[in-house]
C-alpha cells in the first residue's frame, strides 16, 4: 500500500511502499526508513506531526480520464490525490463541505478554476511544485482554511482566488508571482500582514476589500496603480507605503449624470492616518490621488486643505502667502506659484 508523506530533507510531496522497511527520495536521494518514517515520526526521527501526512485515498474515491481528475466522489475527509493525476479539472472538489485536508502529488501541474470553491470546512492544502497559477475562485469561500505555502513555481493569483477565506491569517507569496487578480484577498478578515512581490504592477479592484485585521502592507517598487475599493473596509489599516513608481490611485467621480462610477481604494480605512509614514502626505502624491481617493478617512480632510489653500490663493504646500511681483514665491516653503 502506498502511504503519502512528505521528505524529512527536501520536503517534496512523495509516496512510500508501507510494506517496506526503508525507501529513498526520489528528488534529492535521501534514505529513511518507512515504517518509522510514518508511524514513529516523533520518536525516531524527531518529524513534527504536521510534516508527514499518514492518510490516504483510494483510486475509486476518484473519476480519472487519462491523467485528469474529473470529480472527487469519496467520503474520506482527507484526501491524498493519486500519482497519476496530471490536471485537476474545474470544480472538482467543488461544494465538498466535509474535506479538511487535500494533498497534492508533484505530478500536478494545472489546478482549474473553483476547484475548491465553498470547500467550508477545508483547513490545509499542500499544492504541487511546478504549479503555475492558483487559479480563479481556486479557494472561494474555504471558511476554515488558516495558511497556505504557495509554490515558488507560481506566477499569477487570479481573481477570486481566496476571497471569503475568512480564517486565512497567513499567506507567503513567492517572488515569482508578477500578477494577483481582483477581489483574491476580498473578506479575508483575520489576515494581518502582506507583502505584495516585486514584479506585481496593479493592485486591483477589491483585491484586499474588507480584510478588516490588515494591519501592515509592503508594496513593491514595481507597482504602477492601485484600482478602485482595492483596500476598502480594511479598518485597521494605519499607514501604507506608497512607492514613487505609483502613476494612479483611483477615486471616486462623477458622471454627466450625476452617477458614482468609481470607488476610492482606501474607502472607510477610518484609521488611515498616514501615508509613508507621513500625516500629510499630499506633496508626495501630488498628482497621482485626490482628496477623493480617501473617502471616509482620516486623510480626506487633509487633502481638502489643500484645496481650500488654492481657493484663498496661498501656497498649495503650505498655505503660506506669496511675495514678489513677476515671480510669485511662498514667503514659507519657498516655492513658486504653480497655479494661476
Not at 230 to 254: E, G, M, Q, T
Not at 293 to 305: A, D, I, N, Q, R
Amino acid at each position: 500500500m502506498l502511504i503519502p508523506a512528505k521528505c524529512t530533507q527536501c520536503g517534496s510531496n512523495l509516496t512510500v511502499d508501507s510494506s517496506q522497511d526503508a525507501a529513498v527520495c526520489p528528488f534529492c536521494n535521501t534514505p529513511f526508513v518507512a515504517e518509522k518514517a510514518i508511524n514513529n515520526y516523533n520518536t525516531t526521527n524527531n518529524i513534527k506531526a504536521d510534516v508527514v501526512n499518514v492518510f490516504q485515498t483510494k483510486e475509486s474515491d476518484f473519476i480519472i480520464r487519462g491523467g485528469v481528475l474529473e470529480k472527487y466522489i469519496g467520503e474520506n475527509t482527507e484526501v491524498c490525490i493519486p500519482n497519476n493525476v496530471v490536471r485537476v479539472n474545474e470544480g472538482a472538489f467543488k461544494d465538498c463541505y466535509g474535506i479538511t485536508n487535500v494533498v497534492f502529488p508533484n505530478s500536478v501541474n494545472f489546478i482549474g478554476d473553483c476547484v475548491f470553491s465553498n470547500c467550508t470546512s477545508l483547513e490545509t492544502v499542500s499544492l504541487p511544485e511546478g504549479l503555475e497559477k492558483i487559479s480563479l475562485g481556486l479557494f472561494s469561500g474555504c471558511e476554515q482554511l488558516k495558511k497556505v505555502n504557495i509554490p515558488h513555481s507560481v506566477k499569477s493569483i487570479e481573481g477570486s482566488a481566496f476571497q471569503h477565506c475568512e480564517s486565512l491569517s497567513d499567506i507567503s507569496m513567492p517572488d515569482s508571482i508578477s500578477e494577483i487578480g481582483g477581489s483574491a484577498f476580498l473578506n479575508c478578515k483575520k489576515l494581518k500582514n502582506i507583502v505584495v512581490p516585486e514584479g506585481v504592477k496593479s493592485i486591483r479592484s477589491k483585491t484586499f476589500a474588507n480584510c478588516s485585521s490588515l494591519e501592515s502592507v509592503v508594496l513593491p517598487n514595481t507597482l504602477e496603480e492601485i484600482e478602485n475599493e482595492a483596500f476598502k473596509d480594511c479598518i485597521s489599516l494605519r499607514n501604507i507605503n506608497i512607492p514613487k513608481s505609483v502613476k494612479k490611485i483611483a477615486h471616486n467621480y462623477y458622471d454627466s449624470l450625476y452617477e458614482l462610477q468609481e470607488y476610492a481604494p482606501f474607502e472607510n480605512c477610518k484609521n488611515l492616518r498616514t501615508i509613508n509614514g507621513k500625516t500629510d502626505p499630499y506633496e508626495d502624491l501630488f498628482g497621482i490621488a485626490i482628496k477623493e481617493s480617501f473617502v471616509g478617512t482620516p486623510l480626506f480632510e487633509v487633502f481638502h486643505k489643500h484645496l481650500v489653500f488654492v481657493a484663498k490663493g496661498k501656497c498649495r504646500w503650505c498655505g503660506g502667502k506669496f511675495k514678489g511681483i513677476m515671480t510669485k514665491v511662498c514667503s514659507v516653503c519657498n516655492k513658486k506659484k504653480d497655479y494661476r
